[in-house]
């Protein structure tokens, strides 16, 4: 199927361009963003997406620019995300994680769209938590923790509320301005909902059912989070990656999951991961049905997901259709 090129000739090729305000008009909604990660999963378990570990350059400390190719088959999505996360942008005014994502012609290789990535990035990544959280979580999780009260607290605040039925949240940030700022914001969205700040992260891990910590990665982690904060039958997911999260809290995870094992492999290789365990499974093997999920109300679950290109592509290629449909973008000579 072609989804970007119909009738056009070699003096005719155009491409859509959407910046990330239309990206954020399209506001593609959580359910259809789950729902799409959880088929490019299942496809990705029966080994039918290519998908090769990210290369990237790293121009300041602690901040990377990362290439990530990806081809779904059955989504008919081909592209590629350039995307940068910079540590030190937000004191300036800067958003932390910026880029662009471009789509291509699954059977001419032409591109068809360009877009800014910034809401995907934001949103496939809390998708990817809770798809996880799917398969590994208690169902019935009410409690849900926060550690790092940003971009990603949010989208996953709102993710998880999406599939479970929560009913008090405990909210963590280094920066008390953006703890009361999260907590001011979700509770105006989630009325129903409490929302708890709290003084330090064992108030909020040893709480929760369902924990989420999204602090900013580091090359040399200092971790906080030991064993035993973390009870029995509670999911965990590790957004940014060890950062929050000792050897020894790790090595006590029951059932310890990422979402690609070659890209885990691949940061090994590069110096990352140093304390984590080895995954029993990948998402995809989860979601496909050749490993099993959570088997346990007592066991200890967590993803420590470390971002794909098959999210990104997942999703984009709705979020251009949508955009065509509210007649949204430019259109650019290629
Ligand atoms: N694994 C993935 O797929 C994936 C995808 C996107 C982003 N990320 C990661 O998620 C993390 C959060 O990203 P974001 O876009 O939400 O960033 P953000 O800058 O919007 O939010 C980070 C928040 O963490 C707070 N913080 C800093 N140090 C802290 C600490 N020690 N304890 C508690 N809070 C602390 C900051 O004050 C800020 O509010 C980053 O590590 C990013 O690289 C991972």
């Known amino acids: 199927m072609i989804l970007g090129y119909k009738g056009e000739t070699m003096s005719n090729l155009h491409l859509l361009y959407l910046s990330r305000q239309d990206v954020e008009k399209v506001a593609l909604d959580l359910p ?24 990237g350059i790293h121009t300041q400390p602690n901040a990377f620019i990362h290439a990530m190719p990806a081809y779904i088959p059955s989504l008919h999505s081909a592209g590629i995300k350039w995307v ?20 291509n012609d699954e059977e001419t290789g032409i591109p068809y769209a360009v877009m800014d990535c910034t809401w995907i990035t ?23 923790g926060i550690l790092g009260c940003g971009v990603q607290g949010r989208t996953h605040t709102e993710a998880l509320t999406t ?25 105006q969205k989630f009325p129903a909902i409490e929302f708890i700040g709290v003084s330090n992260p064992k108030a909020a891990v ?26 029995p039958g509670a999911f965990a997911s590790a957004v940014d990656f060890d950062s929050y999260w000792k050897g020894e809290a790790l090595v006590q995870i029951d ?9 885990m492999e691949y940061y ?21 049905g050749k490993k099993p999920g959570r088997l346990s109300p007592t066991e200890r679950t967590m993803a420590m997901n470390l971002g794909l290109a098959m999210d990104d592509m997942a999703v984009a290629p709705t979020i251009y259709q949508r955009a065509k449909e509210m007649g949204l973008g430019v259109v650019l000579p290629l």
């Open 255 to 263: 059932r310890f999951t990422t979402d690609d094992l070659a890209q």
């Open 268 to 288: 090994r290789t590069v110096g990352y991961f140093k304390e984590t365990p080895q995954p029993y499974a990948d998402l995809g093997e989860i979601v496909a």
């Open 122 to 144: 934001a949103y496939r990544t809390g998708a990817a938590s809770a798809l996880s959280a799917k398969y590994l979580a208690r169902p019935d999780s009410k409690t849900l």
């Open 206 to 231: 040893t709480q929760i059912t369902l924990m989420i910590t999204a602090r900013p990665i580091l090359d040399h982690p200092t971790p906080t989070i030991e064993k035993d904060w973390l009870q």
């Open 84 to 103: 940068s996360g910079y540590p030190d942008n937000p004191p300036k005014g800067l958003p932390y994680i910026s880029g662009l994502l471009i789509l």
């Open 32 to 55: 259809t963003i789950i729902e799409l990660l959880e088929k490019a999963f299942r496809e990705k378990g029966q080994g039918k997406v290519e998908l090769p570990p990210k290369p």
């Open 163 to 187: 599939l479970f039925p929560i009913e008090r949240v405990y909210a963590y940030d280094i920066l008390p301005e953006a703890q009361e700022k999260f907590i001011a914001e979700m509770r």
